[in-house]
């Protein structure tokens, strides 16, 4: 059984900095992706970015510049920084993992509240 459990998180003012992480556990060898959606009230969950086990990543157009993804292999672990917050920002964060295939090994971190205030 493979767990993400997810932390970081809060209450942050516009232009502040957040960060999340993201560790999983189990019987899992690794991982091809990690990466980070978000769901705000009322929308669809979308992508926020994600990082390949060889370390390239893809961030959604609205979050580049300002957020950043690492991973340490080693640690199953995924991180997302988020710096100059908007309140656009404001979402439930999910972390996610799969390796191949996709259909069989897709994981869900329990998600994380962030609020930014203007």
């Known amino acids: 059984q493979v767990q993400l459990v997810q932390s970081g998180g809060g209450l942050v003012q516009a232009g502040e900095s957040l960060s999340l992480s993201c560790v999983a556990s189990?019987?899992?060898?690794?991982?091809?992706?990690m990466g980070w959606y978000r769901q705000a009230p009322g929308k669809q969950r979308e992508l926020v970015a994600f990082i390949t086990s060889g370390g390239s990543t893809n961030y959604a157009d609205s979050v580049k510049g300002r957020f950043t993804i690492s991973r340490d292999n080693a640690k199953k672990s995924v991180y997302l920084q988020m710096n100059s917050l908007k309140p656009e920002d404001t979402a439930v964060y999910y972390c996610?993992?799969?390796?191949?295939?996709?259909?069989?090994?897709?994981?869900w971190g329990q998600g994380t509240q962030v609020t930014v205030s203007s």
């Open positions: 996610n993992a799969w390796r191949m295939p996709k259909t069989m090994y897709d994981y």
């Open positions: 189990g019987s899992i060898f690794s991982f091809n992706a």
